[in-house]
């Protein structure tokens, strides 16, 4: 009888489990108001 | 309203989306650069937002805010022979000097912020960008955007700008980030798909994203500034210039490519 294979580990960087992707934890900035998102700008701040 | 510019098809009072024609081969009407329009060309998109047809059979056209044309060529002009004639025509060059000093700066004028504030003021509105910027705006908030992957994986690749710009003291980049914090902070919005009573998700906190990560952000919004034409000289002024803009007539905002292919404009 062949020897059973073993599939090799691989880590890969990611999220906990226990804890949901940014998109469900917080406001996605590319989804407020049109003006907000100029205002996100913030031409009052030097570039 | 709520929500409503994410669908590339709305049209205020039209049952069916128009078919989607580039700006370059379409005729001047009104250009909202906040909807989802994959329409390419850096200075044409800008160009776009500060024109419209006042009468559409005679192609007359007026600077944005105003109703008296500046243009009656008789028949409609496309987005690209209006901007072509306006880069050119010695008769249009009054309207080639005013989109030459454009105000950077809109809302009640205050001073310019070189420091964090020891106590900061929160107030209902802070200075923004005119609307032929829009994209300039969304492309800071699609940086930023990319950058909130890095909560999810600490290896998230997110790469500054090493050249082309100057280089961003560690104190402009805490004051950019308090900047940008400001204004996240301001409006929230509902996870995707749960409008309708869901309560606002917070806004993401910059300062917890990694050193390296805010850098970043800071030196991709000095890029993008640049892009449009915009210096240190032009934001201590207010003033920019349709002209210093680059032409970039393949640049598709990403904000617009990236609903785009989703909603299938």
């Known amino acids: 009888m062949p020897a059973p294979t073993t599939t090799p580990t691989t880590t890969t960087p990611g999220i906990d489990p226990g804890i949901s992707p940014w998109p469900e934890r917080f406001t996605d900035p590319a989804r407020i108001c049109p003006q907000q998102r100029r205002e996100g700008a913030s031409p009052d701040v030097a570039p | ?265």
């Open chain 2, 1 to 265: 309203m709520a929500g409503l510019w994410f669908e590339p098809g709305f049209q205020p009072g039209s049952p069916e989306p128009s078919r989607w024609v580039p700006l370059a081969d379409r005729n001047v009407s009104a250009f909202d650069p906040s909807r989802i329009d994959p329409s390419p060309g850096r200075r044409l998109r800008a160009f776009a937002t500060l024109v419209h047809s006042v009468d559409p059979t005679t192609g007359a056209v007026a600077l944005r805010d105003t109703h008296q044309p500046f243009i009656q060529p008789g028949k409609p002009l496309t987005y690209r022979e209006l901007l072509d004639r306006v880069e050119t025509d010695p008769a249009l060059a009054n309207v080639h000097q005013v989109l030459g000093a454009l105000p950077l700066r809109l809302g009640h004028p205050r001073p310019l912020v070189d420091a964090i504030p020891p106590e900061h003021q929160w107030t209902a509105r802070d200075p923004d960008l005119p609307p032929a910027l829009q994209d300039l705006g969304d492309e800071i908030n699609e940086d930023i955007r990319e950058g909130l992957a890095a909560f999810d994986n600490p290896h998230h690749y997110y790469p500054g700008i090493d050249s082309g710009i100057d280089p961003v003291p560690d104190d402009h980049v805490k004051l950019v980030i308090w900047a940008l914090q400001r204004e996240l902070n301001r409006e929230l919005r509902p996870n995707e798909g749960h409008y309708g009573g869901s309560p606002p998700l917070p806004a993401a906190p910059l300062t917890d994203l990694p050193w390296h990560v805010q850098r970043a952000i800071v030196e991709r919004r000095r890029l993008r500034y640049l892009q449009w034409g915009i210096g240190k000289a032009e934001w201590e002024s207010g003033v920019w210039s349709l002209w210093s803009v680059p032409r970039d007539d393949e640049y598709v905002p990403r904000r617009s490519a990236r609903l785009a292919s989703i909603h299938g404009v």
